[in-house]
């Protein structure tokens, strides 16, 4: 890429019950290299009035559980990706669905996860421009289980294997005029160690901040 593409990462680190913004802005940005420049906030107003000119890609690294979104914060990011902006939401940046729309945007709602293990990935859409350059791997995570929206047309691209099931860990959709990636592992610094998995979070902000 010829340009600095800018990012904007929303996470949480004074209220961050499980998962500190922080680790994972340093692993991001190692990983996204000179043509990224990453800003982080623990400010949810952010969403009110973002961008996509000025952030070409939102990532969602936030750890809300408990804590909803106003109505002004949720409108910001379904106008932003509507709109034509690249969301990335990375693991518990799903918390962030705790409204009926902004699940639909992200297309699925977090319903809870066995124990942190070890897990097998394995691709599940051949051909797919995000996979280019990833192989299956393993890594230590925690196995995240999803309900899908059942009204958003999705691509699931990568699928963990738990108790001889394979479950969804990462999918792709339209929204509107913008695109959405879910990727689920990213529970603490060594989530973001595979060569495999850092790829695919670069062939995602690639992917997502080319179409804004």
């Known amino acids: 890429m010829s340009d600095i593409t800018n990012v904007l990462l929303v996470g949480d680190m004074t209220d961050a019950p499980w998962h500190p913004m922080e680790p994972a802005k340093q692993e991001l940005s190692g990983i996204l290299g000179e043509d990224f420049l990453i800003t982080g906030t623990e400010d949810y107003n952010h969403f009110t009035a973002l961008d996509r000119k000025q952030f070409p890609l939102c990532i969602s690294y936030t750890d809300c559980w408990n804590r909803d979104l106003i109505p002004q914060q949720t409108a910001g990011l379904i106008q932003y990706v509507a709109g034509g902006g690249g969301l990335l939401v990375i693991h518990n940046g799903i918390s962030v669905q705790r409204s009926y729309e902004l699940i639909q945007m992200i297309g699925a709602k ?63 959709q339209a929204y509107g005029l913008g695109k959405v990636i879910y990727l689920q592992p990213g529970h603490h610094t060594p989530s973001f160690k595979p060569d495999a998995y850092r790829r695919l979070i670069l062939n995602s902000a690639r992917w997502l901040s080319a179409s804004s």
């Open 110 to 172: 977090f319903t809870g996860h066995p124990p942190y293990q070890s897990l097998d990935y394995y691709r599940s859409a051949d051909n797919h421009p995000l996979l280019e350059g990833v192989e299956d791997f393993s890594m230590e995570e925690e196995p995240y289980m999803f309900d899908f929206d059942p009204f958003t047309k999705k691509t699931v691209f990568l699928e963990y294997e738990f108790e001889g099931n394979r479950y969804p860990a990462a999918w792709e």
